[in-house]
């Protein structure tokens, strides 16, 4: 029963985060099968570079890339302008990654 409680509250904890909110909603959260999902993860062993493309598709579902739009919007004594530095015209965001004309030989997912 403990261990149960332990999970029920690691799972609230983790519905309540901010980058979270935003994008599952009662609706959306309703048509997962939590049970499955959890069940599913418990039993994935999955290798380092697994676990890194997981982490990389978070973090650009959640425009949580450090790209300069959000650096600028964190530390904005630090990082003054928001613009790209490869073509120097468009704002850097999480699109603009990958479709800056000045870095077509640079590939972001490595």
Do not use: G
Not at 23 to 50: E, G, R
Not at 92 to 110: D, G, K, S, W, Y
Request: net charge positive; charged share 25%; aromatic share 12%.
């Amino acid at each position: 029963m403990l261990k149960k409680l332990n999970e029920c509250m690691w799972t609230q904890k983790w519905l309540k985060q901010n980058r979270i909110k935003w994008w599952i909603t009662q609706h959306k959260a309703k048509k997962v099968h939590w049970k499955f999902a959890t069940k599913t993860q418990k039993y994935l062993l999955p290798d380092f570079q697994d676990a890194k493309y997981r982490q990389f598709s978070l973090k650009l579902l959640n425009s949580e890339l450090p790209t300069l739009n959000n650096l600028n919007k964190r530390k904005p004594w630090i990082y003054k302008t928001n613009t790209c530095p490869f073509c120097a015209m468009e704002v850097e965001n999480n699109i603009h990654v990958f479709t800056c004309q000045a870095q077509t030989n640079i590939n972001p997912l490595q």
